[in-house]
């Protein structure tokens, strides 16, 4: 409901803000409800299991109403008003999503009080490191589109309103590569060979679709060439972005996975112990 008061009142969602306020009120709420729940009746209320699946639940079912409903604008009306044709621009699937991460908090405090090293708050810790990367990360980040000519150099990107975007490297494409099916004018890969250079020095890369070049917190997409040419195309366009929380994205992801790791001895040291 309250989703739905400020998408009618505020409109759509605009990514932006302060993210250091941002990280430091989604790690904020989470201590001060936990240290609450011995007086406040809501804290403790929303601290348990059943908040937590409840919530997951109603997500899911969201996410899938939002992938039922058309994102080119043919699908507004009412339901576009209220914030359901596009979750990355809903204040309901936003309000949701936070309100979710709160509780993966409360749950992930609370596991510090266990002793054992177990998986359960290994795979709370890491999902609330995801959550808040995620949601933390849509403010810090920036994409923007470079399209560039071999031998060319540039420094500077076009983000999604048309302004420039002053980068902190420069690329130059040294060549552009595409290999088509036998007969047919389709690509079968296409990718560019560029020179990153930057004040710590020269690197060499060969970006593919789905496999981008890093460079710091930057990634460098292959996004497109000049279809009219198609092999013979004499530019490449390059997607530049940057996202500085996918460190912590990366360390909640490596957490998932010694979690699983540990879930499987504790599984393997009860066998044994009923043995």
């Keep these: 409901m309250a989703g739905v008061a400020l998408q009618l009142i505020f ?14 009120l989604l790690l904020a709420f989470p201590f001060l409800l936990y240290f609450l729940k011995e007086r406040w ?3 403790r ?38 914030g359901f044709h596009d979750m990355k621009t809903s204040w309901v699937f936003a309000l949701l999503l936070i309100y979710f991460t ?3 908090g409360i749950q992930a405090i609370t596991d510090l009080k266990i002793k054992k090293l177990s998986a359960m708050p290994i795979f709370h810790w890491s999902i609330f490191a995801i959550l808040v ?7 810090a980040r920036k994409t923007a589109y470079i399209q560039i000519n071999e031998g060319e150099t540039l420094n500077t990107a076009i983000d999604a309103e048309g302004n420039s975007l002053q ?53 460098i997409y292959q996004s497109g060439y000049d279809v009219s040419k198609g092999k013979d195309s004499e530019y490449s366009v390059l ?17 998932l996975l010694i979690g699983c790791i540990f879930m499987f001895i504790d599984k393997a040291a009860r066998k044994e112990a009923k043995a």
């Design 41 to 43: 009746k809501f804290a």
């Design 11 to 24: 409109g759509e969602i605009h990514a932006g803000g302060n993210v250091w306020v941002c990280l430091a």
């Design 102 to 104: 709160v509780l993966i």
């Design 45 to 82: 209320s929303i601290s348990g299991a059943e908040s937590r699946i409840v919530t997951m639940c109603v997500l899911v079912i969201l996410l899938l109403f939002f992938g039922l409903i058309p994102q080119n604008g043919s699908g507004r009306g009412i339901l576009g008003a209220l």
């Design 239 to 255: 997607n530049v972005v940057r996202d500085p929380m996918w460190p912590v994205t990366q360390i909640g992801l490596w957490g």
């Design 133 to 139: 990367a995620g949601i933390c990360g849509v403010g």
């Design 167 to 219: 980068l902190p490297f420069s690329i130059k494409l040294e060549d552009f590569q595409m290999e088509e099916y036998d007969g047919t004018h389709q690509p079968k890969e296409f990718l560019s060979k560029i020179q990153i250079t930057s004040g710590k020095g020269n690197k060499q890369a060969s970006v593919r679709v789905n496999h981008p070049a890093r460079f710091a917190s930057w990634k």
